[in-house]
């Protein structure tokens, strides 16, 4: 049972057009409930304090904001938090949930997608279960599940393994390992890149995988251009990239 007379920690999704040229209508990607939500709340923890303003002026748009935004109380997590992530620093995050003790709602953010799934938040998370509060994670866009939807791969074993070894010889060989991985389990493997780094990641998965797995590739996700594309190494070789480099994209391999 959770104290009633506490608040609760609402994990907020956000769209997926962070770090875009174009971005997609916010009532077309978003579902309303969570809009609803988000504008009743008035405390945030977010990675950062700007992009956070500049979601909340776009669901300010839509629906009015509980508070207006120089009074909404915005923190950030610390910097080495959402650069390293949350499991690879010692962090507790129970002081920034003071609000919350005091019956305040709460609203944990990321860039894009969903808080604490690719993204830092976990520690948020967990010292709101450690307080006794409630934990709701509202409904929103999270690009992994839409690129492994949208694969053709193995939907009932998957693992997500972040980001790829940016050294070419340590990047080749956990593709390696990771498609031993799929050859053993038919586990699919999901990993995601950064922008401007999406050329190099392409041209190390065309020329390190063996011809017979399938590659699949998503970009601008909910976007009015969206698109996922998955073939097999050896198609893949005839074809090509299916993403910028200045996209932010997400990648899986699988059989």
């Not at 977010?46 to 748009?61: D, F, G, P, Q, W």
């Not at 020329?207 to 969206?226: E, F, H, I, V």
Request: proline share 7%; glycine share 6%; net charge neutral.
């Amino acid at each position: 049972m959770h104290d009633t007379g506490k608040g609760a920690l609402y994990l907020v999704p956000a769209p997926l057009d962070f770090g875009c040229a174009v971005q997609a209508p916010l009532a077309d990607v978003m579902p309303q409930a969570t809009l609803l939500q988000a504008s009743a709340l008035s405390h945030w923890i977010c990675e950062n304090a700007k992009s956070a303003r500049a979601y909340l002026n776009r669901i300010a748009e839509l629906h009015p904001l509980s508070l207006p935004l120089r009074e909404q109380q915005i923190v950030e997590l610390p910097r080495e938090v959402h650069k390293k992530g949350d499991h690879a620093v010692a962090f507790d995050a129970r002081p920034m949930l003071t609000a919350a003790l005091s019956g305040h709602d709460i609203g944990l953010l990321s860039e894009a997608g969903m808080p604490a799934i690719a993204d830092p938040g976990s520690s948020v998370v967990r010292a709101a279960h450690d307080l006794g509060l409630r934990v709701a994670p509202l409904v929103g866009p999270v690009s992994l599940l839409l690129l492994l939807a949208a694969s053709g791969m193995n939907g009932q074993n998957f693992a997500f393994v972040g980001y790829l070894p940016q050294d070419s010889i340590q990047r080749a060989q956990r593709l390696r390992e990771l498609e031993n991985l799929v050859q053993k389990t038919g586990q699919t493997q999901l990993f995601i890149e950064t922008p401007y780094r999406n050329a190099a990641i392409w041209d190390a998965l065309v020329k390190s995988l063996q011809p017979g797995t399938r590659l699949a590739a998503g970009s601008s996700l909910t976007m009015p251009d969206a698109q996922v594309r998955s073939l097999s190494i050896a198609q893949w070789r005839h074809e090509a990239s299916p993403v910028s480099n200045d996209t932010p994209a997400v990648f899986a391999i699988g059989r």
